[in-house]
């Protein structure tokens, strides 16, 4: 006899409890690794939506051992962010699925869930609380909060505040949770590296276990404008998107409400649009029925006259602070950046910004495969390298040959940032972007023209050695070859040092002799 069902409902907390490994949680090297990731982004975020110049510092130590492979490690993150409003913090700690990240603007953060993800794997593995320490205005706030999982509800188990008598605002958040220190240490080490590059307005500071002090000092005031919200883009709405739209403009007359409630919806463009379905501009929203909502979604998808979505949203790191950055942190030769014009996927504005970065003080691939540093938002993106469209553009669709480059032999280094306000992560882990044909066209036009300008550097640097080496061969005999002619002469003949390198001169075609 088979038994009967039983159904129930779990709350979103309840829910990646039981399946933290689709948020990067899958072992104790990952673990710890995506808990500092994502509490860095989270700062970062902070600063810069304000237009701070961040300066982060961010402790690990370790508190105890679990087992042969797991340590309990302590994290703690402070951050000049400016700080939460009091009402908002325990929520915004201790609620999966509550946050700042639900608009369309250009953030780290995505899903609202990658910090308090890792707030909730620790307590799930050590049973201890977090601690938040919030300067917010004239106040300093305390507070130690554990997740109600089953409810998803944060639980205040203590609530303290003070004059803030230094004038600080920012957010310091502790937790202790179980990872494996040793084998994470490396990754999170190359992880602030590779947000520093892309970060040299700020300071990044990290203390290791041993009370080592890693720090990455700024090197220029210089920051990006931050991004703006945006309305979305009738191309990248679905049915579901304007019935939540229709609930919240009830009262609006339809022509208010397209060209309100859309991104790149004027009133000509609007009206055309209502004349097509045949429905009166001033008509109440709160008239329209669910077939008539199907019919405008579909209208708005396959009208193909609207402008593409305003990239003045976005905020790209600049060609100027890639530059900085890459300077700052790879020290090399000679490099190339490009940020490409802003282009659009499925109504989301994006931008695409190129780099290679070629000798100095970078080494060649150890294995053999080039070596990329991808970005998404200015988020390292270190794990499932394969399955990025960076990387299928660079090992498949590049032709490195036709710019006598070799990235798997050569010391190079290449950098692609995609910032966008939806990135298509392919997991909520946020660790690789999908190969969208928009975007892997602007990746792969990025990397030739960046490509152009390293080859013509090398080749141009290329004769100048050519240059050298020949003009040394004169340098050597010609001295001689004019003794031997002053000799034969009988001594009539006198010819000065100076005319010697006036000649050598003539006879350099790339500067050589002054290089």
Same mark, same amino acid.
């Given at each position: 006899?088979?038994?009967?069902?039983?159904?129930?409902?779990?709350?979103?907390?309840?829910?990646?409890?039981?399946?933290?490994?689709?948020?990067?949680?899958?072992?104790?090297?990952?673990?710890?690794?995506?808990?500092?990731?994502?509490?860095?982004?989270?700062?970062?975020?902070?600063?810069?939506?304000?237009?701070?110049?961040?300066?982060?510092?961010?402790?690990?130590?370790?508190?105890?051992?679990?087992?042969?492979?797991?340590?309990?490690?302590?994290?703690?993150?402070?951050?000049?962010?400016?700080?939460?409003?009091?009402?908002?913090?325990?929520?915004?700690?201790?609620?999966?699925?509550?946050?700042?990240?639900?608009?369309?603007?250009?953030?780290?953060?995505?899903?609202?869930?990658?910090?308090?993800?890792?707030?909730?794997?620790?307590?799930?593995?050590?049973?201890?609380?977090?601690?938040?320490?919030?300067?917010?205005?004239?106040?300093?706030?305390?507070?130690?909060?554990?997740?109600?999982?089953?409810?998803?509800?944060?639980?205040?188990?203590?609530?303290?505040?003070?004059?803030?008598?230094?004038?600080?605002?920012?957010?310091?958040? /502790?937790?202790?949770? *179980?990872?494996?220190?040793?084998?994470?240490?490396? !990754?999170? $080490? %190359?992880?602030?590296? &590779?947000?520093?590059?892309?970060?040299?307005?700020?300071?990044?500071?990290?203390?290791?276990?041993?009370?080592?002090?890693?720090?990455?000092?700024?090197?220029?005031?210089?920051?990006?404008?931050?991004?703006?919200?945006?309305?979305?883009?009738?191309?990248?709405?679905?049915?579901?998107?304007?019935?939540?739209?229709?609930?919240?403009?009830?009262?609006?007359?339809?022509?208010?409400?397209?060209?309100?409630?859309?991104?790149?919806?004027?009133?000509?463009?609007?009206?055309?649009?209502?004349?097509?379905?045949?429905?009166?501009?001033?008509?109440?929203?709160?008239?329209?029925?669910?077939?008539?909502?199907?019919?405008?979604?579909?209208?708005?998808?396959?009208?193909?006259?609207?402008?593409?979505?305003?990239?003045?949203?976005? /905020?790209?790191?600049? *060609?100027?602070?890639?530059?900085?950055?890459?300077? !700052?942190? $790879? %020290?090399?030769?000679? &490099?190339?950046?490009?940020?490409?014009?802003?282009?659009?996927?499925?109504?989301?504005?994006?931008?695409?910004?190129?780099?290679?970065?070629?000798?100095?003080?970078?080494?060649?691939?150890?294995?053999?495969?080039?070596?990329?540093?991808?970005?998404?938002?200015?988020?390292?993106?270190?794990?499932?390298?394969?399955?990025?469209?960076?990387?299928?553009?660079?090992?498949?669709?590049?032709?490195?040959?036709?710019?006598?480059?070799?990235?798997?032999?050569?010391?190079?280094?290449?950098?692609?940032?995609?910032?966008?306000?939806?990135?298509?992560?392919?997991?909520?882990?946020?660790?690789?972007?999908?190969?969208?044909?928009?975007?892997?066209?602007?990746?792969?036009?990025?990397?030739?023209?960046?490509?152009?300008?390293?080859?013509?550097?090398?080749?141009?640097?290329?004769?100048?050695?050519?240059?050298? !080496?020949? $003009?040394?061969?004169?340098?050597?005999?010609?001295?001689?070859?004019?003794?031997?002619?002053?000799?034969?002469?009988?001594?009539?003949?006198?010819?000065?040092?100076?005319?010697?390198?006036?000649?050598?001169?003539?006879?350099?075609?790339?500067?050589?002799?002054?290089?």
């Amino acid at each position: 006899m088979s038994q009967e069902e039983k159904f129930k409902e779990i709350s979103p907390a309840d829910f990646f409890y039981r399946n933290r490994d689709i948020a990067g949680f899958s072992n104790p090297v990952r673990a710890l690794y995506t808990a500092v990731r994502e509490l860095v982004e989270n700062s970062l975020d902070a600063c810069e939506a304000r237009g701070i110049l961040p300066d982060i510092i961010l402790f690990l130590n370790i508190e105890g051992q679990a087992d042969s492979e797991r340590n309990i490690v302590r994290i703690k993150i402070a951050d000049n962010g400016g700080g939460i409003p009091p009402e908002h913090i325990p929520n915004a700690f201790g609620k999966i699925l509550f946050g700042s990240k639900y608009t369309l603007i250009q953030s780290r953060g995505t899903f609202g869930l990658g910090g308090k993800m890792a707030y909730l794997y620790g307590q799930i593995t050590t049973n201890n609380p977090l601690e938040v320490t919030v300067g917010y205005r004239k106040k300093i706030f305390f507070f130690k909060i554990m997740i109600d999982i089953k409810k998803n509800e944060p639980m205040i188990l203590e609530r303290k505040e003070k004059p803030n008598s230094t004038g600080w605002n920012g957010t310091i958040v /502790s937790f202790t949770l *179980e990872g494996d220190y040793f084998r994470a240490f490396p !990754k999170i $080490l %190359e992880y602030i590296k &590779l947000s520093a590059l892309v970060t040299p307005y700020g300071n990044i500071t990290l203390v290791d276990t041993y009370g080592r002090l890693i720090r990455f000092s700024r090197s220029t005031l210089k920051m990006p404008n931050p991004p703006r919200e945006t309305l979305p883009h009738p191309h990248g709405v679905d049915v579901e998107m304007v019935k939540r739209l229709v609930e919240e403009n009830k009262k609006k007359t339809l022509l208010s409400f397209l060209t309100k409630s859309f991104h790149r919806v004027g009133k000509e463009t609007a009206r055309k649009i209502l004349e097509q379905l045949k429905l009166p501009p001033d008509e109440s929203v709160g008239s329209l029925g669910l077939d008539d909502i199907v019919r405008l979604t579909q209208a708005l998808k396959s009208y193909d006259d609207f402008l593409p979505p305003d990239a003045g949203v976005l /905020s790209p790191i600049g *060609e100027e602070l890639l530059k900085e950055g890459i300077k !700052k942190e $790879l %020290e090399p030769e000679v &490099l190339a950046v490009e940020s490409r014009r802003p282009q659009a996927y499925s109504g989301h504005p994006f931008i695409v910004e190129v780099g290679i970065a070629y000798g100095g003080k970078i080494t060649p691939p150890p294995d053999g495969s080039p070596i990329i540093y991808r970005y998404a938002n200015r988020i390292p993106l270190l794990y499932d390298e394969a399955n990025d469209v960076a990387y299928k553009v660079v090992n498949k669709l590049m032709n490195w040959k036709r710019y006598k480059i070799d990235p798997r032999v050569d010391p190079v280094r290449i950098i692609v940032h995609i910032c966008s306000t939806k990135i298509p992560y392919k997991t909520v882990g946020k660790e690789y972007v999908a190969d969208r044909p928009e975007i892997e066209r602007e990746i792969l036009n990025g990397l030739r023209n960046t490509s152009r300008e390293i080859s013509t550097y090398l080749s141009r640097k290329r004769s100048v050695e050519r240059e050298k !080496k020949r $003009l040394d061969v004169y340098r050597k005999y010609l001295p001689l070859i004019i003794k031997f002619a002053e000799e034969a002469a009988g001594g009539k003949i006198r010819v000065k040092e100076t005319d010697i390198k006036s000649l050598l001169s003539k006879m350099d075609r790339y500067g050589a002799v002054q290089e």
